[in-house]
């Protein structure tokens, strides 16, 4: 199978999960503060289908693959309604951070699984083309897909879940406005994501990507990985 088509399905085999766990950690945080809006409309399941946004979960990740640079998008967001949290600014930036904190913690499974499968590949399993398939280009990619998904949602610009912090430091009236701001945030966003690589020549947002998570995926990895 040519290796430009194996990267291909691996990219897809790693963002799948990478967005499904992140989304469904939102809803299962707001679920355990007391929000029951995720579960009653089914966003508390694992099947991609129920998460799936067209633009920002197939589109966007294929120009971004398309362009050659590092693969991000979203998901449709798991509804929650801070009403029911005991305390609402608080219970913003749990539920916020929980979906990055989701894909830290299958970036770290994924980097066990390396190390533990390191011996087998000494050991002559690389021969099996299955198993390298698995080890050299599948994990690897799974975990650099985790670690920039977390990382790209920390950015602290709404709607992004960086931002759910912010709540903690306004007042009830900024707020509010904090939540009508969040309705529009995301066109925006996406569109200077986009434009602003394409006409200034300088991807702000992979830099910072390329620094954050993939200095963390270097430290994760073996050497050459």
């Known amino acids: 199978m040519n290796i430009t088509v194996i990267f291909i399905v691996c990219q897809v085999l790693s963002f799948v999960p990478a967005i499904v766990f992140h989304e469904v950690a939102h809803g299962f945080a707001a679920s355990k503060l007391g929000d029951p809006t995720a579960r009653s409309q089914g ?60 894909n830290l913690v299958m970036a770290l499974i994924g980097a066990a699984l390396v190390w533990l499968f390191s011996p087998l590949m000494s050991a002559g399993l690389g021969g099996s083309l299955v198993f390298s398939v698995f080890y050299l280009v599948f994990l690897p990619t799974f975990i650099r897909i985790n670690l920039y998904f977390m990382f790209f949602n920390l950015i602290p610009i709404p709607p992004l879940d960086g931002s759910s912090v912010i709540a903690l430091f306004l007042s009830n009236k900024q707020l509010a406005s904090y939540y009508r701001i969040q309705a529009y945030a995301l066109p925006i966003f996406m569109a200077v994501v986009i434009l602003v690589p394409y006409i200034l020549h300088i991807n702000p947002i992979g830099i910072y990507l390329n620094a954050t998570a993939g200095s963390l995926a270097s430290l994760l990895l073996p050497a050459g990985l």
């Not at 362009?67 to 600014?89: C, E, H, Q, S």
């Open 43 to 102: 966003r508390l399941s694992l099947n991609p289908l129920r998460h799936i946004d067209p633009f920002g979960t197939v589109i966007l990740p294929a120009i971004l693959m398309f362009m050659g640079g590092p693969v991000f998008g979203y998901a449709k967001p798991v509804p929650y309604n801070p009403l029911y949290f005991k305390d609402r600014r608080k219970g913003e930036a749990i539920v916020g951070l929980a979906g990055p904190a989701a």
